[in-house]
T-cell receptor, first 111, second 114 residues
Framework: GEDVEQSLFLSVREGDSSVINCTYT??????LYWYKQEPGAGLQLLTY?????DMKQDQRLTVLLNKKDKHLSLRIADTQTGDSAIYFC???????????FGSGTRLSIRP | SQTIHQWPATLVQPVGSPLSLECTVEGTSNPNLYWYRQAAGRGLQLLFY??????ISSEVPQNLSASRPQDRQFILSSKKLLLSDSGFYLC?????????????FGPGTRLTVL
């Protein structure tokens, strides 16, 4: 079945770049997503990328997709304290009725 | 745009008591609806999803059940709660655009079973 994997924790210094990595198994994935969850809240969509793209940039966020290796990454430039959260990678295909989420990476920022 | 309401926001229940969590969606019709559970410090576990009224798919065997009595209402229930049912329960709906599917999440219900 489909599976999405992420490392559980990442700690970066304020002002540095954060890179959160994700791997997935479904070769028919069409859409890949990054969601952010702040403490005690639901998830919010940060960005998404189509499987026929290899990069997408949105202000401080850069998404890289290596479809051959089924590897997705999220880079946050100039990481701020407000970026502290859990980041979830997710994937779906065009015919699927559900989105498969990874376990989430907890990003903590140190001064 | 979609708005998802969940209540209650927090709940403390004794082991063996019943449960009913409600989710309602505004701003869309015929959405796909989902229940997720997030245990403390863990990722999201998909519990149930529904593509229409009365249609429920269960992802994992468990002590819980779901129902969809109306198009925009999704209910999570249990007859007898277990300690392991504690967690953060998130309701979500999918919005289909012409280009991608986006899943919107409610604010969640934090359930503590004692």
């Amino acid at each position: 079945g489909e599976d999405v994997e992420q490392s559980l924790f990442l700690s970066v210094r304020e002002g540095d770049s954060s890179v959160i990595n994700c791997t997935y198994t479904d070769s028919s994935s069409t859409y890949l997503y990054w969601y952010k969850q702040e403490p005690g809240a639901g998830l919010q969509l940060l960005t998404y990328i189509f499987s026929n793209m290899d990069m997408k940039q949105d202000q401080r966020l850069t998404v890289l997709l290596n479809k051959k290796d089924k590897h997705l990454s999220l880079r946050i430039a100039d990481t701020q304290t407000g970026d502290s959260a859990i980041y979830f990678c997710a994937e779906t295909n065009s015919s699927a009725s559900k989105i498969i989420f990874g376990s989430g990476t907890r990003l903590s920022i140190r001064p | 745009s979609q708005t998802i309401h969940q209540w209650p926001a927090t709940l403390v229940q004794p082991v063996g008591s019943p449960l009913s969590l409600e989710c309602t969606v505004e701003g869309t019709s015929n959405p796909n609806l989902y229940w997720y559970r997030q245990a403390a410090g863990r990722g999201l576990q998909l519990l149930f999803y529904s593509v229409g009224i009365g249609q429920i798919s269960s992802e994992v065997p468990q002590n819980l059940s779901a129902s969809r009595p109306q198009d925009r209402q999704f209910i999570l229930s249990s007859k007898k709660l277990l300690l392991s049912d504690s967690g953060f329960y998130l309701c979500a709906c999918t919005r289909r655009t012409s280009t991608y599917n986006e899943q919107f999440f409610g604010p969640g219900t934090r359930l503590t079973v004692l």
